[in-house]
């Protein structure tokens, strides 16, 4: 029996997530524990594909915000992606993305973008989503660079990172952990995004709460702190390969004293010790891919980590409805 595409239905949450434990490229953000903290801010138009009446895959997707005529997976995410356990490579991917994408052009849609799940999250190397894109005539409109250390093999640290690092320890900046900081940490990282990219968090205090509430294991807060007040911090996403900063920030005090150091210093190995392969700094772009922060992108560099792409692709629904 060849495989088909169905709509995802709220009866098929716990069967997803646990498909979701045993993807090869999913991470808790393509859970619907996770998903859900969204609310009804999005309309829901996931897939689940099947062969034999056996799931094989799922695709996590909804209708853009911004445009009712395009499909984004997942507009809510960093990344979205075809999600397997190992049954939909070569061509039997390309077969399973030319069903959604046919899918969705019978549905009336006219644009789909597709987020890929970059490579160092694959639990095995799983990108024939990439390939299958390539021969269904996908373009990439979008490419974000990230600074990522291979903790198994970290370059040097460079001595003005090493410079920083003393700096802060003679001021005194102590690192603790744990989510009982976000209320704190939440203000210095608002003051931060506001004062250097006139920004808010993607999250509210709120949300990142109920979100760390669900997921104790993978979402950490980790905060220097500086006569008993927070001065800078990171909150971290962390997954079975890879631990990702989700949130960077500094105080006016912590800038001087130099407190991100220290916090990514001992970010990088706790999570070397606990086995992890990638620390993922998260991206250095603006403006779609368009723009990159140099000295952002060196500054994060400078902990030992190089160059790793989050893609964009996009498929004209109306020339696969056409050609249907």
Request: glycine content about 6%; some cysteine; aromatic content about 12%.
């Amino acid at each position: 029996m060849s495989i088909r595409v169905r709509a995802y239905q709220d009866s098929d949450a716990e069967s997803w997530d646990a498909f979701c434990a045993s993807a090869h490229q999913a991470t808790f953000l393509h859970t619907r524990l996770f998903l859900s903290y969204h609310g009804n801010r999005f309309q829901d138009r996931s897939l689940i594909i099947e062969k034999d009446k056996k799931w094989v895959g799922i695709f996590p997707a909804a209708q853009s915000p911004g445009n009712e005529r395009c499909i984004v997976s997942h507009p809510g995410l960093t990344y979205g992606g075809l999600l397997h356990q190992g049954r939909l490579r070569g061509e039997q991917q390309v077969s399973a993305l030319a069903l959604i994408f046919q899918h969705y052009a019978e549905q009336g849609y006219h644009l789909l973008l597709y987020k890929s799940v970059p490579w160092f999250y694959h639990l095995t190397p799983s990108q024939d989503d990439v390939y299958a894109l390539f021969r269904l005539g996908a373009k990439r409109i979008r490419c974000d660079l990230s600074s990522t250390i291979d903790l198994q093999n970290r370059r040097p640290t460079s001595e003005r990172r090493k410079r920083c690092l003393r700096k802060a320890l003679r001021a005194g900046v102590e690192i603790y952990e744990g989510n009982e900081y976000l209320p704190q940490f939440w203000p210095v990282l608002s003051d931060n995004l506001k004062r250097k990219h006139d920004a808010k968090p993607v999250h509210t205090l709120r949300e990142i709460t109920l979100l760390a509430q669900r997921f104790p294991n993978n979402i950490h807060c980790v905060v220097a702190i500086l006569a008993d007040q927070v001065i800078a911090g990171v909150v971290l996403f962390i997954t079975p390969l890879v631990v990702h900063v989700q949130y960077i920030g500094s105080s006016t005090v912590g800038y001087e004293t130099a407190a991100l150091d220290v916090v990514f210093e001992h970010c990088i190995n706790k999570a070397f010790q606990e086995g992890k392969r990638w620390f993922d700094f998260g991206i250095c772009t603006e403006n779609n891919g368009m723009f990159l922060n140099d000295s952002l992108y060196r500054f994060k560099s400078e902990f030992g980590g190089g160059g790793t792409v989050y893609e964009f692709y996009e498929i004209d629904l109306r020339r696969i409805a056409y050609e249907s």
